[in-house]
Each structure stands twice: as structure tokens, then as C-alpha cells.
């Protein structure tokens, strides 16, 4: 039943339309006014039914918009984001740079007498005092030769391997370095405790230390050459009992933030 009355009603809609529309003269004078008056009524309708396919269609030309504001904004957060690491990168890559200068100014001064080695590896056993490094028997390596940086000594190789080598870092508490108080006559043994600083023994109380002084090797334990840069005082006590003055220094390397060191052949 509902089906019939839609296609009668198809059929008079199309009938009507073909008398509205039509330019035949039997119908221009008794419809002229109705096809004007219909004409003026399908037009709202017409507007009405244009509204939502327009709305439809902005609403996918904003959506593909922001689609693709959406990409830009990930490929500029991308690009952000690797230009953050490079910078991050850069002060790094000056340090490495300075200290591998500094390292090839030293070896071209000293061709013959300076080995250039990379720090691989920490002794897991006691990590903080011995270090080890790329280069051993096979490099010309031995026992008890002095490792250096530009900035100062760092220790002595202690297990020489054909690839690589064990070095004992001026930390450990095995390690006692004959020294000189740069400018000044005093004289003592920079010994390691274990720990990031060193203590300065065998000086008296009469020796004129002071808390900045430098110390530098005197070349008299027959293992370093004489010289060379160790560490800066940072404490001095003079009111313990006894000759000596409780002296502590701080080596100038970082010995858990090498890379780079020499060896010095003798």
C-alpha cells in the first residue's frame, strides 16, 4: 500500500513539474500563475537542501586541512627534535676535538717517545682505580710506563697484554707519585686513597703549602718523567699532631671521564 501511494505520487510530481516547466500555450495562461507561486516555494527548498551539502562540503575541506596541518606539524617536531640532539651533540664533539689537539700536538712534538691509546674498559674488579686501554705488547707497551693526557698523568700500565693494557690510575691506593709544589721548594708523595682526591705526605708544617698550589712530578720515582702537570691542592691542615701537614689534592684528570690517553715509552 505504501508502495502504490509513493509511485503515484513520483507520477503527479512528474506531471506537475512538465506543466510547470513546459512552454506549450494551452498551459502558459491557466498555470502562469501557479507555476510562478510553486516556482517561489521550491527555491527556500532548494536553499534549504543546498545548506547541509555546503555545510558537508566545508566540513571535509577543514577536515582534510587539518590533516595536513597535523603532518606538517610532525615533520617540523621531527626536525626539531634531531636539531635538539645535534646540538646536544655539538659541545661534545669540541670537547673530543680539543682533547684529540691536544693529544696529536704532544705526539708530534714527541713522535718517537709517545704512544696514543683509547680508553675501552674499566677494571670491574675495583672499577674506580684501574682503567684499560686499546693498545699493548704489540704497540710496544711495557710495564711501568707513565699514562698521560695533555691535562696531566693519569697512572702507570700495571698488565701489559699483546692488545691491550691494565693501567693503574694515581687514585688507587697503590700508587705514590714523588712530586714538587710548582714555584716553591717543597716536596712530598702524592698518594692515592681510593677515592677522587689524592693526599700530598711528607711535607712539613714549616713548607710554605697553600690551598691552589700545583703540583708536578719531580722525575725521582723512576717512573715519571719530570714535569708533568698531577693535581691542584684544595685542603691544607696544619693543626693535626705531628711534622707533616694533612695535605689534599685533586688530581687535574677525571679519571671516569677519559677517553683519550698517551703512554709515554721509556
Known amino acids: 500500500m505504501k508502495s502504490t501511494f509513493v509511485i503515484i505520487a513520483a507520477i503527479l510530481l512528474l506531471v506537475l513539474s512538465f506543466l510547470l516547466f513546459t512552454n506549450i500555450a494551452v498551459f502558459q495562461k491557466g498555470y502562469g500563475k501557479a507555476k510562478f507561486y510553486l516556482a517561489d516555494g521550491v527555491g527556500p527548498v532548494l536553499q534549504i537542501l543546498k545548506t547541509p551539502a555546503h555545510s558537508i562540503s566545508y566540513a571535509l575541506e577543514n577536515y582534510v586541512d587539518l590533516i595536513d596541518v597535523k603532518r606538517k606539524n610532525d615533520e617540523l617536531k621531527k626536525k626539531v627534535e634531531t636539531l635538539e640532539l645535534e646540538t646536544q651533540r655539538i659541545p661534545e664533539l669540541e ?10 700536538h704532544l705526539v708530534e712534538e714527541q713522535p718517537n717517545e709517545l704512544i696514543a691509546a683509547r680508553i675501552v674498559g674499566e677494571d670491574v674488579m675495583n672499577w674506580f682505580k684501574c682503567v684499560i686501554i686499546d693498545k699493548g705488547r704489540y704497540a ?22 699483546n692488545w691491550h693494557t691494565k693501567v693503574m690510575v694515581v687514585n688507587d691506593t697503590n700508587s705514590a707519585v714523588d712530586v714538587y709544589v710548582s714555584g716553591k721548594n717543597a716536596r712530598g708523595i702524592a698518594e692515592g686513597t681510593g677515592s677522587t682526591t689524592l693526599k700530598l705526605k711528607y711535607v712539613t708544617k714549616n713548607d710554605e703549602v697553600e690551598v691552589g698550589d700545583k703540583l708536578i712530578t719531580s722525575g725521582k720515582d723512576a717512573i715519571f718523567p719530570r714535569g708533568l702537570a698531577v693535581g691542584i691542592v684544595i685542603n691544607v691542615n696544619k ?6 701537614s694533612d695535605i689534599e689534592v685533586m688530581p687535574f684528570n677525571n679519571f671516569k671521564k677519559l677517553d683519550e690517553v698517551l703512554v709515554v715509552k721509556k
Not at 239 to 244: C, E, P, T, V
Open 95 to 104: 670537547k673530543e676535538n680539543e682533547r684529540l689537539k691536544g693529544l696529536l
Open 140 to 161: 710496544g707497551i711495557k710495564e711501568k710506563m707513565p699514562v698521560i693526557t695533555p691535562s696531566g698523568i693519569v697512572g702507570q700500565a700495571v698488565e701489559v697484554h
Open 239 to 244: 693543626n693535626k699532631a705531628g711534622l707533616f
